[in-house]
């Protein structure tokens, strides 16, 4: 099993609604998650950080956390075309010596 | 300027050739990283650094060697460029007295084609 699982998508919605998109984690003891957005051919750009059990909200995005299901997903309110990208999870290792990432969820958002 | 610079964007090599990329930052962070990206691959850890006397290898460093001449600055290097090396290569930095908490800040990328 991955340490970081992600579905490859690509999740398609329409401009205006709601994206959701989830990482599950085999690590009981990793206590912070990272969700990145990536655009084709550019560097991952962090957009959300969560460490506690719960929600975070910063804008149009909401990080939740639950640690007992090992989960965490990213919702994205009133998506627009331009969040069209790839969306990565990660989360630290054991001992925190590197980030381990997931392969990345490809959002679509569509006019 | 960018806290995290690579060196060059772009580049196109031959078989058998020996490349350098290059990976500067001013963030102050003490560890760097190497990474590869390939379409459907996701990041693959390549090497790691924690300072300049501690190098590590990742996951994928077969074909490929680093060094860290300072704290801002680490390379990597392949000694004999093969085609499947052909891929989006990418530095990041973090900083260790916020492990916990803190994430890893990726330069632009180095976009190698070996032909």
């Known amino acids: 099993q991955k340490e970081v699982e992600q579905n490859s998508g690509p999740l398609s919605v329409p401009e205006g609604a709601i994206a959701s998109l989830n990482c599950t984690y085999s690590d009981r003891v990793s206590q912070s998650f990272f969700w990145y957005r990536q655009y084709s051919g550019k560097s991952p750009e962090l957009i959300m950080s969560i460490y506690s059990n719960g929600d975070k909200e910063d804008g149009r995005f909401t990080a939740q956390l639950n640690k007992a299901s090992q989960y965490v997903s990213l919702l994205i309110r009133d998506s627009q075309p331009s969040d069209s990208a790839t969306y990565l999870c990660?989360?630290?290792?054991?001992?925190?010596?590197?980030?381990?990432f997931g392969t990345g969820t490809r959002l679509l958002v569509s006019p | 300027d960018a806290d995290v610079t690579q060196t060059p964007r772009n580049r196109i090599t031959k078989t058998g050739k020996r490349i350098m990329l290059e990976c500067s930052q001013t963030k102050g962070h003490d560890r760097m990283y190497w990474y590869r990206q390939d379409p459907g691959l996701g990041l693959r850890l390549i090497y790691y650094s924690f300072d300049v006397k501690d190098i590590n290898k990742g996951e994928i460093s077969d074909g490929y060697s680093v060094s860290r001449q300072a704290q801002a600055k680490f390379s990597l290097s392949l000694e004999s460029a093969i085609p499947n090396q052909t891929a989006l290569y990418f530095c990041a930095t973090s900083d260790s007295q916020k492990r916990l908490t803190d994430t890893q800040y990726f330069g632009p990328g180095t976009r190698l084609t070996v032909l």
């Open positions: 990660a989360a630290p290792n054991t001992g925190f010596q590197k980030l381990v």
